[in-house]
């Protein structure tokens, strides 16, 4: 068996893929299928007066409407259970689904979707973070207390910590202080978001979907159906391209309530242009960092202060703040940390996850902070980084003990590849101790 | 107004109505269950719809489905059609030039019209050639090795 370690295998899939033969999810087109496209919020936030389908109704080759009033089940999904599958009584972002209608192709939708009277009032946004987060601002959303998210009830900011912070600040010769920002990022798989869904000859609803995770949302959707899970066949492993974006629900729940109701197979798809608009982002992230330093390079204490634009829902962004916490301070051995995060609503898209979750949104601001440690200091930034990479044996501020560490022996082989020569102290250094 | 289009696909005419606004990728995907193409964008930029009409590649997402008539298209389904691999489809395989495989379609369509114009391009002529097929997954380099395996005689029909 060991004689593979090392070979390249071509893949179990790849004739298929080659061929043009692997079934993607919007290849499957089957008889009778309908088509749905969903009414969105025009407001980044408003209120819902009322919606109007009677003219919509009109328009040859609509089948019928689906909305809130539609769903057997839960009427909330998401990581964290807080957003809603179609819009009842508020919108907290532009784009907000509030119906779908379904008809026999996609034109005939489009068609429909301007002819329905939607009668919202709008309300004021707010769209940064530190607006939001002051006490009085408007709120994100009428179902939340404030715009804060609770890690635990009451508590709006995540603290983990190892040591005594201040302490280690105090025993620093310098402090270094940094603040660092990361944008917001679309996924931009080549395959939009769609899903096709169908009731098959054993009453099960069938739903192909191209979910990077199918556990994490099978109990979602079976809540929102109110469909026992064996009444769910979820087929999925085909995907194209996720990158994190096809952890969050953005289409099978549709497909699947319209099949429901109408109990034809349908098709929901976003457009390039929905998808980039309206599906989940990597969020914004900004960290400000507190760093205490001795002469001699070594890191006594790092204080960070983390911040995260949720946008209108929850989804996996107060997971993120912890999982960037944990790596916001790089692979280093600091005697004394404390991470402070909090996780904001703002009446935007809402933010999830992405490559990696949030580990560099941390790891990049950390090592930004390096360099300007190395310049306050006065040493060479290898130097620096060599000094205080993690040995076996080390605690991370989650209080894990590192072990199999190998930041020394990664900074190493970096070196060389770029042609940069180390100095023998350096590189006589091992990850197995200090 | 609904029309009879009637082109050669994949070596076979075929005859479907459609109506003016159809495009190309349309057709293939939603009438004749041609889903090799496929949809990315809708607009011409990301190339995974790329087909060859007469030969050249064109995207069938922005090609009116009517100026096809009495013309010969060329999807990924007609590459292999006795079953064996086309040297490309085996080179792509082997180099792993793709993850998801969703902008393969296109890829092997852009590829085949490079080496039929210019059987020995050069890295650069390769990379200029494919530009405009998008891979979010990043296997450009396998994707420029696989063409040069091909240009190289590495692989036979």
Redesign the interface.
């Known amino acids: 068996m060991t004689e593979y370690v090392g070979m390249?295998m071509?893949?179990y899939?790849?004739?298929g893929?080659?061929?043009?033969?692997?079934?993607?999810v919007?290849?499957f087109?089957l008889p009778g299928m309908l088509y749905a496209k969903a009414l969105r919020s025009p407001v980044h936030k408003g209120l819902i007066r009322s919606v109007d389908f009677s003219a919509a109704k009109k328009v040859p080759g609509v089948v019928g409407f689906v909305t809130a009033d539609d769903i057997p089940g839960n009427r909330l999904f998401g990581a964290c259970g807080d957003q809603q599958v179609l819009a009842e009584s508020y919108t907290a972002y532009k784009g907000e689904d509030i119906a779908l209608v379904v008809a026999v192709d996609e034109d005939t939708c489009m068609e429909a979707l301007e002819k329905v009277k939607l009668d919202i009032e709008e309300q004021e946004p707010v769209f940064d973070m530190f607006e939001a987060a002051k006490p009085g601002a408007p709120l994100v959303r009428p179902d939340l207390k404030s715009n804060m998210w609770e890690f635990m009830p009451g508590v709006t900011t995540r603290v983990i910590y190892l040591g005594d912070v201040d302490k280690g600040l105090a025993e620093a010769d310098y402090i270094v202080e940094g603040r660092y920002t990361t944008g917001e990022q679309d996924h931009?798989?080549?395959?939009?978001m769609v899903s096709v869904a169908y009731f098959d000859d054993a009453e099960r609803l069938v739903i192909h979907t191209h979910s990077q995770c199918l556990q994490f949302q099978l109990g979602s959707l079976a809540s929102i159906f109110d469909l026992p899970l064996s009444r769910i066949r979820y087929i999925g492993g085909v995907?194209?391209?996720?990158?994190g974006g096809k952890n969050h629900i953005h289409a099978d729940h549709f497909a699947g309530l319209a099949a429901l109701k109408f109990r034809r197979p349908v098709k929901y798809r976003l457009?390039?242009r929905e998808d980039l608009l309206y599906s989940t982002k990597r969020g914004v992230f900004i960290l400000e960092y507190k760093t205490g330093v001795k002469k001699d390079g070594r890191l006594t204490a790092n204080y960070i202060k983390l911040w995260h634009d949720a946008g209108a829902y929850g989804g996996f962004s107060p997971y993120g703040v912890e999982k960037c916490s944990m790596f916001a301070s790089g692979p280093y051995h600091i005697p004394n940390m404390r991470v402070e995060g909090q996780c904001v609503f703002t009446n935007k898209a809402g933010s999830s996850s992405m490559r990696g979750f949030t580990i560099m949104n941390g790891q990049f601001p950390m090592e930004m902070q390096m360099t300007k440690v190395a310049e306050a200091v006065g040493i060479d930034q290898w130097e620096l980084r060599f000094i205080n990479a993690w040995r076996d044996g080390d605690m991370g501020v989650s209080r894990y003990v590192v072990r199999g560490a190998g930041a020394l022996e990664a900074m190493t082989g970096a070196a060389k590849l770029a042609g940069i020569e180390l100095p023998d102290h350096l590189l006589a250094m091992s990850s197995r101790g200090r | 107004m609904k029309q009879i289009l009637s082109f050669t696909l994949n070596g076979a005419p075929v005859d479907v109505i459609v109506t003016a606004t159809e495009t190309l990728l349309d057709v293939l995907r939603e009438k004749l269950g041609v889903t090799g193409p496929k949809r990315g964008c809708d607009n011409g930029d990301c190339g995974t719809c790329t087909v060859l009409l007469d030969g050249e590649p064109v995207r069938s997402c922005l090609t009116i489905a009517l100026t096809v008539a009495g013309r010969q298209v060329l999807t990924v389904e007609g590459l292999s059609p006795d079953g064996d691999l086309h040297p490309l489809q085996k080179a792509f395989h082997e180099h792993g030039a793709f993850q998801c495989g969703f902008c393969t379609p296109g890829m092997l369509m852009s590829a085949k019209a490079l080496l039929d114009t210019n059987p020995n391009p050069s890295r650069v002529e390769i990379r200029e050639y494919m530009s405009g097929n998008l891979c979010r997954c990043g296997s450009y380099e396998e994707v420029v090795e696989a063409i040069q395996a091909v240009a190289a005689g590495e692989y036979k029909e």
């Open positions: 390249a071509p893949r899939d790849g004739i893929q080659v061929k043009g033969q692997t079934k993607f919007d290849d087109v931009a798989a080549m395959e939009p995907v194209g391209g996720g990158f457009s390039r």
